[in-house]
């Protein structure tokens, strides 16, 4: 049985993700893992804090871990198969042994929301999960709810993309959904239009092979909000990005702190990136 695997701080936010974990689960008929990742108090003050032990961080993770499943078992009347994993030490880190063992169907965790023109942020545990799994990592904004993928949109460079498009995961959700499938590149001017951009479409459309992707060249000098303009109009239910590098990542999920928050989207994001073995594995078979 599949797996969708949840970590939690019991924040606010981190329930709503956990909602929509759950419900996600429900649909797909796979099991949930909630999983807390815990570390121990460091005090910078020179004056001696009250210290509390581990022992008791672990039964405080173990309690809180026991309460949401309990809950969870409640609200969908024992239907879903719920596991519970508390663990000590760095999140990245800890999701990344759990995906390599478990090798659950996805990680769905919760992010901030937006600043500026659509631009994502998020903390840092967030992004050292996905630049670590090889799994897709679903980031779930503030008070969005699950809802079934209708439309789905997989934003692309267009730039090597027999060795960057995992393939097997796309397919898996878009045919499970029956979803609309589409390809979204956003460009302007055609400034990043190169010699090989026909070819990359071309190998783009033999990778979908049968999921019917509609294309989308959005005119935007900016690729974030292109993007995020594009999934609010057009009423796309999840939007899947294939991040390269890091540095993507990061200025992908910005955080602006001079701006105030002055537009939020509703759209959960699907990141996955090919690690280094799979996409080892596709070149050999490629050849």
Not at 194 to 210: I, V, Y
């Amino acid at each position: 049985m599949k797996l969708i695997l949840a970590p939690t701080d019991f924040s606010p936010i981190s329930d709503n993700a956990i909602k929509y974990a759950t419900d996600m689960a429900m649909a797909m008929g796979t099991n949930l893992m909630l999983v807390n990742v815990y570390q121990l108090p460091i005090s910078f003050s020179e004056v001696p804090l009250v210290t509390i032990s581990l022992d008791e961080i672990r039964k405080i993770s173990e309690e809180k871990l026991a309460e949401l499943k309990h809950n969870i078992e409640t609200i969908t009347a024992g239907k879903l198969k719920i596991y519970t994993e508390s663990k000590l030490g760095e999140v990245g880190e800890e999701i990344t042994k759990l995906t390599e063992t478990l090798s659950p169907f996805a990680v769905v965790m919760g992010t901030r929301g937006t600043s500026g023109a659509g631009r994502f942020f998020m903390g840092s545990n967030s992004i050292s999960v996905i630049t670590k799994v090889g799994v897709p990592v679903f980031v779930i904004p503030p008070g969005v709810r699950f809802k079934t993928f209708k439309k789905i949109g997989l934003a692309t460079d267009l730039r090597e993309v027999v060795d960057h498009t995992p393939v097997s995961k796309i397919r898996e959700l878009v045919q499970f959904f029956n979803a609309e499938l589409h390809v979204l590149n956003v460009d302007y001017h055609r400034k990043h239009f190169t010699p090989s951009t026909p070819e990359e479409t071309l190998n783009m459309d033999s990778l979908l092979a049968g999921m019917n992707p509609m294309y989308d060249f959005i005119e935007n000098k900016d690729i974030d909000e292109g993007l995020n303009d594009f999934a609010e109009k057009n009423d796309l239910d999840l939007v899947i990005t294939l991040p390269k590098k890091h540095s993507m990542l990061e200025r992908f999920f910005e955080k602006s702190t001079t701006r105030e928050l002055i537009h939020e989207t509703h759209i959960p994001i699907m990141c996955i990136h090919r690690k280094v073995k799979e996409l080892a594995m596709a070149k050999t078979q490629h050849s």
